[in-house]
C-alpha cells in the first residue's frame, strides 16, 4: 500500500492531464492538490481502518454468508437472463423482491425511467446515508443481449452490502441510512440514466455513493479529476430534404448528400483541430431506395476530447460542419445533443481505504500503482457532486465486453472476486458509518478537489485561443 505513495505524488496526479496545454493550465492546480493530500494522511488513515475490528469483521461475514448462500446464484440468474438496457424488467425484479423481503420499501420506476428504482431500508435513522448503485444492463451483441461486462452481478453484490448494512443499523440502533439506486442502461444513451436521475433530485443528501464493476486487475484510481474515456458530447445530426424521382432529381433535395458532406466537412475541420479529439460517427438512417432522392437520413456521432473546454469547440466545428453540409446540398439539418459524459472526482481517502479492504478480502492480479482520476460512474454527473468510490477487484482473465468476461462471471474467477467486492464495500460503509473524522477527512478531500476542478477548467478557458480571422479583402 505505501508503495503507492513512495511514487512522487506530482506523476500521480499529472496522470490526469492528457495534453501539455492541459498539464500547462493544471499545474498550480497540482500543486494545491498535491498538498490537500498531504494534510489528509491518506496512509494513516489506510493503517487505522486496516486494523483489526471484530464488531465490523461481523458485518462484513454476513455480507461474505448473503453472497454464498443466495446472492451469487441471484447474480448467475441474471447472468443467463441477459437484458439490453432500458428492458431489464426481469433483472429488477428479482432485485427488488430480494429487497422488500430484507425490509426495503422500493419505489420502482424513478425519474420517468420504468427500470430505475430507489430502495430504502425502512428502519433508516438520518445521516450519514449510504448510497450504493447498482447497475444491471447486459451489452447488445450481434448473437442477442450479453453479460459481456457482467453487469449482471453489480445488483447482487451492492445488495449484499446493503443488507448486511441494514441489519447492523437496525441491531446496533446506529445513525445512518442505507439506498440502494437501481439504474438502468450503463452501455446505452439517451438516456443519460444517471444523470437524469441527478437531475430529479433521487440522490440527494446522499453522504457518499459506491459501486463495483468487473475488471481484469484489483485497481482503484488515483485522487483527482477525470474521466476513463475523454469527456463526450453524443449528438445526432438528422438531414431532411425532399424526395424525387432519380430520373428529375433536380425536383427534390437529398439528404443522403447532406449527411456525406457532414463527414466529409468533419475531416476538413481536423486538419486545424488539436489531435486528441475523437470524432466517430455512424451513419443510422441513409435512405431507403436507389430511385427515389433521400429526403431523411441521420448520422449520430460520440465527439470526445480530453476537457470539456477544448471538447465545446470540437462540438461547434462538427456543428457548423453539418450546417454547412445543409447549406450546400439544399437541405435542412436538426442537431440533438443526446448526452454528455463528464469528468468525475475521485477520493483517495476512499480509494486507498477500499483498495486496502480489496486486498485484505484477498483480491488478486493487484495493480498497485493508482490509475488514472475518475469518478465511480462513467456519467460525472453523480460523481462530481458526491463522494464515493467504484470497486473494482479482479473478476476475469478477459477484457471488458467479450464473451469470456461473460463466462467468468459464472466460474469461480469471477465469484472469488465478487465476494471481495461485496465485503470490501461493506467494510468501506463501516468506516464511513462509524468514524466521523473519516467522513470528514472525505468531505474536506472531495470539496477540496471540486475547487481545485474549478480553478482547472477556468485556467483552461485561458488556455484555449483562437486565431483572429480577418474578412476577406
Ligand atoms: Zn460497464
Redesign the pocket.
Given at each position: 500500500m505505501r508503495l503507492a505513495f513512495l511514487i512522487p505524488i506530482f506523476a500521480v496526479y499529472s496522470f490526469a492531464q492528457e495534453t501539455a496545454t492541459e498539464r500547462d493550465a493544471a499545474s498550480d492546480v497540482l500543486k494545491k492538490m498535491a498538498a490537500l493530500e498531504k494534510s489528509l494522511d491518506v496512509p494513516g488513515w489506510v493503517s487505522r481502518l486496516s486494523a483489526a475490528d471484530p464488531a465490523r469483521d461481523q458485518v462484513t461475514a454476513r455480507a461474505r454468508q448473503l453472497m454464498d448462500s443466495e446472492l451469487l446464484a441471484v447474480g448467475d440468474d441474471i447472468t443467463r437472463h441477459p437484458e439490453i438496457g432500458f428492458e431489464e424488467k426481469r433483472s429488477v425484479g428479482i432485485l427488488v423482491d430480494y429487497l422488500r423481503r430484507h425490509n426495503f420499501d422500493v419505489t420502482v420506476g424513478v425519474a420517468n425511467l420504468p427500470t430505475a428504482f430507489v430502495a430504502r431500508f425502512n428502519g433508516n435513522r438520518g445521516a450519514p446515508s449510504l448510497g450504493i448503485i447498482v447497475e444491471y444492463d447486459a451489452l447488445r451483441g450481434t448473437k442477442g443481449a450479453f453479460h459481456g461486462?457482467q453487469?449482471s452481478m453489480q445488483g447482487p453484490i451492492g445488495i449484499a452490502a446493503a443488507v448486511a448494512m441494514a441489519e447492523w443499523l437496525e441491531r446496533t440502533h446506529s445513525p445512518g441510512s442505507v439506498v440502494v439506486f437501481g439504474c438502468p442502461g450503463?452501455?446505452m444513451m439517451p438516456p443519460v440514466a444517471k444523470t437524469e436521475m441527478f437531475n430529479a433530485g433521487v440522490f440527494s443528501s446522499t453522504d457518499v455513493i459506491v459501486r463495483s464493476?468487473a475488471v481484469n486487475s484489483t485497481n482503484r484510481p488515483a485522487p483527482g479529476f477525470g474521466t476513463c474515456c475523454l469527456n463526450i458530447d453524443g449528438v445526432k445530426y438528422t438531414f431532411s430534404g425532399a424526395p424525387a424521382h432519380q430520373m428529375t432529381p433536380w425536383a427534390g433535395r437529398n439528404a443522403l448528400e447532406g449527411v456525406i458532406h457532414l463527414f466529409n466537412n468533419i475531416d476538413a475541420a481536423r486538419t486545424t483541430m488539436r489531435p486528441e479529439a475523437r470524432i466517430q460517427g455512424v451513419i443510422t438512417e441513409g435512405g431507403a431506395a436507389p430511385n427515389v432522392v433521400p429526403d431523411r437520413t441521420q448520422a449520430d456521432f460520440y465527439i470526445r476530447y480530453p476537457d470539456a473546454i477544448y471538447l465545446a469547440e470540437v462540438r461547434e466545428a462538427v456543428d457548423n460542419a453539418a450546417r454547412a453540409a445543409a447549406l450546400a446540398t439544399g437541405t435542412k439539418v436538426k442537431i440533438d445533443n443526446y448526452g454528455r459524459l463528464r469528468d468525475g472526482i475521485s477520493e483517495a481517502t476512499l480509494a486507498e481505504v477500499g483498495f486496502a479492504h480489496m486486498k485484505r478480502f484477498g483480491a488478486t492480479h493487484v495493480a498497485e500503482t493508482p490509475g488514472k482520476p475518475q469518478g465511480y460512474e462513467e456519467t460525472g454527473s453523480v460523481s462530481s457532486a458526491i463522494p464515493g468510490l467504484g470497486f473494482a477487484a479482479y473478476t476475469s482473465n478477459a477484457p471488458n465486453h467479450t464473451y469470456e468476461m461473460e463466462a467468468d462471471a459464472l466460474s469461480a474467477t469471477g465469484h472469488q472476486g465478487f465476494v471481495v467486492d461485496a465485503q470490501a464495500m461493506t467494510a468501506l460503509l463501516y468506516d464511513f458509518a462509524t468514524h466521523p473524522n473519516y467522513r470528514g477527512a472525505v468531505k474536506r478531500e472531495f470539496d477540496g478537489i471540486k475547487a481545485l476542478f474549478g480553478e482547472y477548467q477556468e485556467a483552461l478557458t485561458k488556455a484555449y485561443t483562437a486565431p483572429h480571422v480577418p474578412d476577406p479583402r
Open positions: 461486462d453487469h450503463e452501455e464493476h
